[in-house]
């Protein structure tokens, strides 16, 4: 393993002998800092015995320590000991539907031995409107007071930046109610969110799919892009869901809004959404399980993040895994997310890396990129996900020395401490 890339090497030799940048938290004593910006033939950028310096919330030098320490002013930092631990970018859910009310855990107990219709006769509600009607039911402060738990075990877990969705609300009052518990978790919390809204995830029960339709594309996007809760539009384009016409229009009625496009796609059939996701150059097409090899060259090459969720595959027992080797072979950027969500409650990224690892063909290499910077892209984040002068701090420490002994130990946390913007906000 090289101990720096050729950039970082430049930049540090440049520096040496200019005026010292001044800091405010020093990391040292890393087995290794992985900086997720590819460099010469390491694709995720290791610096052996690696320092990070970070000044206000910004990185400003990563290097080996004799290098960070020759260009920068240590003189009150906080100096971090990473105990030959490994340091690397804080993760990036690139997918969650964080906010729900109510819990589905007995249809998850049901679902393990029983079949969706054996379920429905015990009484026991299930799916996506399940959760509606417990969403609808819950106020503000319900809800955000149930999202907290779920928040905070996401950091101890090592996630800095979390994207969550709206969608479990189905009415105009009820879709803004959870982009407005986006909103104060992102107030008042450590953990940075990205708001996406998805008032497009079902049809209620109480109108038919057109009707609804007509209502989230001439009542709901205006609501939200006027109150300015969300940054990205997403759509559930999928059998029984919404079709690519439905898709289309809601998509575009968002671009027309000033709301980034995102997409579900191919989850449980091919409708076409990967190839709609393309032409509108969507920021993500998530899911993606039965998408066809000119999908996936479409949406590479119009610059189409494509979003893994092991977890919720493993809680679902999808019936067609994804190969994601073959994402990354079609020049794809390769994005990872927990789908936290009633229907699959999983707040690990360790543990999605390892099962994308394991069940989906990834590289541990290529798994951590899609946990980082892979998701940073998914989610239109400018200097997250990696570990380079200029960049976001945000940062972790783990308890390993090495990112095949993350990989290696399935279900193990090795999270030791977290920073968010330059500040320690966990162990």
Known sequence: R???????????????????????????????????????????????????????????????????RAVVDTTGARVID????????????????LVFGGSRVREYASRLTRTKEETIALGIPVGILASVEATRAATVDDLAQAAVPRLDEMLAHGTTTVESKSGYGLTVADEIKLLEVNRLLDQSH???????????????????????????????IPEVAERQLALFCDVFCDEGYFTPHDARRVLE????????????????????????????????????????????????????????????????????????????????????????????????????IQFACRGNGLSPEQALLAATSGAAHACGLEGHGRLTAGAVADLQIWNVETLD?????????????VVKRGKVVHG
């Open 405 to 417: 002994d993350m990989v290696y130990r399935t279900g193990h946390n090795p999270v030791r401490q």
């Open 253 to 352: 009625a968002g671009l027309a809004a000033g709301l980034a496009p995102k997409i579900h796609a191919e989850q449980y059939a091919w409708t076409g959404g990967a190839l709609l996701a393309a032409e509108l150059k969507c920021s993500s097409a998530d899911h993606l399980n039965f998408a066809r090899a000119d999908d996936l060259e479409a949406l590479a090459g119009a610059g189409v993040a494509a979003v893994l969720m092991p977890l919720i595959d493993f809680a679902v027992k999808h019936p067609r895994p994804i190969d994601a080797s073959e994402w990354c072979r079609s020049g794809l950027t390769v994005a990872l997310g927990t789908d936290m969500c009633p229907g699959g409650y999983a707040a690990s990224m360790p543990l999605a």
């Open 190 to 220: 450590p953990i940075q969110l990205v708001s996406t809204f998805m008032g497009a995830h079902d049809v209620p029960p109480e109108m038919d799919r057109s009707t609804y339709v007509e209502q989230v594309v001439s009542e709901q």
């Open 2 to 68: 090289p101990n720096r890339c050729w950039k970082r090497h430049s930049w540090a030799e440049q520096m040496t002998g200019v005026h010292r940048q001044q800091t405010d938290l020093l990391v040292v004593g890393a087995s290794e800092v992985i900086t997720c910006e590819p460099g010469g033939y390491d694709p995720i950028g290791r610096v052996t015995g690696g320092a990070v310096a970070v000044a206000g919330d910004s990185v400003v030098a990563v290097g080996t320590e004799s290098e960070v």
């Open 82 to 97: 990473a105990r030959g631990g490994v340091v690397a970018p804080g993760f990036v859910d690139a997918h969650t539907h």
